[in-house]
């Protein structure tokens, strides 16, 4: 049995030691290659500024993975050809490649959607009819609210109404351009609109309303680090053409002119191995790069495209060492995943007979967070209204923020330095005037919501007492005894 266990093992070892076998500098222009190639093609191809941080190691991971392995095979033959046999030719086709990047560089960059700050203004000239603007959206179709607008003209409803020499203006960091509705319900009428350093006069013919979209390429006011990064990726993409033109030049100087030298892949057997592994990868860049071309407005979804091309290639490699491990893997993924069914599923399962339907009891079976619990609680209270935390508190956090102004659609979250922290006799008083919804935390303590029942139109202000944290609309400060100066103005 010994002797069975040590002779896998040095199967093992032997396979191991294979696949290093011959590793030189080859194989690390091949890495620097696949490393440029892999960013010039993410950002040139797969939407690269608008695809989330984490996504975008991911996408670039994955991409470096697949074109690694490709050059492994095919390109490794030439590379080590110029580096091993062809010195004179190299030191030609090197200054060859650099006259043709440095020709690179003096040709215009191309134009990618970049994450920067856009500017967008209307203006109405003089002796024009009045202009209505309205379906306002920004990237992927994302509704621009009106109260964001810096508009001399009226607001009303879902538009902005702008008179002859009246104008609105929007400025914000973002990737792509914005989307509106122009019309002219008074007859002819003109809209001078400003993008960035673009300059449109747009006429109206009083009839049909007419559909504008600023340029998404434009280039706005970019950050001094996202300066930065544009000429990184700029010669990047030097040096993507430089290591191609290499690799090209060599190629046909190994194929045409040396009839003694024949051009074979590299570890022909192991490319046997990971075929299918390339013909995954291929199939699902395709995939990829045609969802971003078909569906330019969808969500970036990149990174699960071609996530599962990367945990192929884990998995093969996995099984050519170890032919019993990735089943293992397997196996330990489907009983934590069962385990975490019967714990938590069953859980769900049992929401529909819930004794009380109240959210409390809801609360205990699925167990949420704390800003889940706090922006479900308050849900109709801040439709409309502000929120004023307390500055140097827990609740202040930028996440915190975020996160409730992406759930409750806030109009705005305010910072105040005020005193929110109640002491025990202000928290006594205040508790015994009734008036207040009391919700269990996840952690200790409690929500309290005052007059929760009724809508609110004034922002609601932050205080805590211990582990309780109370919500109270501002036109009930007095009343509560709960007087700040900060907070009333």
């Given at each position: 049995m010994?002797s069975?266990?040590?002779?896998?093992?040095?199967?093992?070892?032997k396979r191991?030691?294979?696949?290093?076998q011959?590793?030189?500098?080859?194989?690390?222009?091949?890495?620097?290659?696949?490393?440029?190639?892999s960013l010039?093609f993410?950002?040139?191809?797969?939407?690269f500024?608008i695809?989330?941080?984490w996504?975008k190691l991911?996408v670039?991971?994955?991409?470096?993975l697949?074109?690694f392995?490709?050059?492994?095979?095919?390109?490794?033959p030439?590379?080590?050809?110029l580096l091993?046999?062809?010195?004179?030719l190299?030191l030609?086709?090197?200054?060859?490649?650099?006259?043709?990047?440095?020709?690179?560089?003096?040709?215009?960059?191309?134009r990618v959607?970049?994450r920067?700050?856009?500017?967008?203004?209307?203006?109405?000239?003089e002796?024009s009819n009045?202009?209505t603007?309205?379906a306002?959206?920004g990237?992927?179709e994302?509704?621009?609210?009106?109260?964001?607008l810096?508009?001399?003209?009226?607001?009303g409803?879902?538009?902005?109404?702008l008179?002859?020499?009246e104008?609105l203006?929007y400025?914000?960091?973002?990737?792509?351009g914005?989307?509106?509705t122009?019309?002219a319900p008074?007859?002819?009428a003109?809209a001078?609109?400003l993008?960035?350093?673009?300059?449109?006069i747009?006429t109206?013919d009083?009839?049909?309303?007419?559909?504008?979209q600023?340029d998404p390429?434009s280039?706005?006011?970019?950050t001094?680090?996202?300066?930065?990064f544009l000429m990184?990726v700029r010669?990047n993409?030097?040096?993507?053409?430089?290591?191609?033109l290499?690799?090209f030049?060599?190629?046909?100087?190994l194929?045409?002119?040396?009839e003694?030298?024949?051009y074979?892949i590299n570890r022909?057997e192991?490319?046997?191995?990971?075929?299918?592994?390339?013909?995954?990868?291929?199939?699902?860049?395709l995939i990829?790069?045609?969802?971003?071309y078909?569906?330019p407005?969808?969500?970036?979804i990149?990174?699960?495209?071609?996530?599962p091309g990367?945990?192929f290639?884990?998995l093969?490699l996995?099984?050519?060492?170890?032919p019993?491990?990735?089943f293992?893997?397997?196996g330990?993924?489907?009983?934590v995943?069962?385990?975490?069914n019967?714990i938590?599923?069953?859980?769900?399962?049992?929401v529909?007979?819930m004794?009380e339907?109240?959210?409390?009891?809801?609360?205990?079976h699925?167990?949420?967070d704390?800003?889940?619990?706090?922006?479900?609680?308050f849900?109709?209270?801040l439709?409309?209204?502000?929120?004023?935390?307390p500055?140097?508190?827990e609740?202040?956090?930028?996440?915190?923020i975020?996160?409730?102004?992406?759930?409750?659609?806030?109009?705005?979250?305010?910072?105040?330095?005020?005193?929110?922290?109640?002491?025990?006799?202000?928290?006594?008083?205040?508790?015994?005037?009734?008036?207040w919804?009391q919700?269990k935390?996840?952690l200790?303590?409690s929500?309290f919501?005052?007059?929760?029942?009724?809508p609110i139109?004034s922002?609601?202000?932050i205080?805590t007492?211990?582990?309780?944290v109370?919500?109270?609309?501002?036109e009930w400060?007095?009343?509560?005894g709960?007087?700040?100066?900060?907070?009333?103005?």
């Open positions: 010994a069975t266990v040590d002779q896998t093992d040095n199967e093992n070892k191991l030691g294979s696949l290093l011959g590793w030189d500098s080859a194989y690390f222009v091949n890495f620097v290659f696949a490393a440029s190639f010039a993410f950002v040139r191809f797969l939407d500024f695809t989330p941080t996504q991911v670039f991971i994955c991409l470096v697949y074109f392995v490709l050059f492994f095979f095919f390109v490794t030439i590379v080590r050809y091993d046999n062809k010195r004179k190299l030609t086709v090197l200054i060859g490649a650099v006259l043709a990047t440095g020709i690179l560089f003096l040709l215009p960059g191309e959607p970049i920067t700050v856009h500017t967008m203004a209307i203006s109405i000239p002796g009045p202009v603007v309205s306002l959206k990237p992927m994302s509704i621009i609210p009106l109260d964001d810096e508009t001399t003209g009226t607001l409803g879902e538009s902005v109404a008179q002859q020499g104008s203006s400025t914000r960091e973002m990737t792509g914005l989307t509106m122009l019309s008074a007859g002819e003109q001078t609109l993008w960035d350093d673009q300059q449109d747009i109206l009083g009839e049909a309303a007419v559909q504008i600023t390429l280039q706005g006011t970019p001094q680090a996202m300066r930065l990184g010669v993409r030097g040096l993507t053409l430089f290591l191609i290499i690799t030049l060599g190629g046909l100087d194929v045409f002119h040396n003694e030298e024949i074979q022909s192991l490319q046997r191995y990971l075929l299918d592994f390339l013909i995954v990868g291929f199939a699902l860049i990829a790069f045609g969802v971003r078909y569906l407005e969808s969500t970036p990149t990174a699960l495209i071609l996530l990367g945990v290639l884990f093969k996995l099984y050519m060492f170890m019993s491990l990735p293992i893997l397997i330990v993924t489907l009983g995943n069962l385990f975490a019967v938590w599923f069953n859980r769900l399962l049992s529909p007979m004794e339907r109240t959210f409390n009891e809801l609360a205990s699925v167990n949420p704390e800003r889940t619990m706090m922006s479900v609680g849900y109709k209270q439709r409309g209204a502000d929120l004023i935390l500055s140097g508190s609740l202040s956090d930028e996440d915190y975020q996160r409730l102004i992406r759930i409750n659609y806030l109009e705005d979250v305010v910072l105040a330095d005020y005193q929110g922290e109640l002491t025990a006799q202000e928290y006594s008083r205040v508790m015994a005037q009734g008036e919804t919700w935390k996840r200790p303590g929500f919501f005052y007059n929760a029942e009724e139109n922002p609601i202000a205080f007492y211990e582990d309780d109370l919500l109270v609309p501002t400060i007095d009343d509560l709960l007087f700040h100066d900060i907070v009333s103005d």
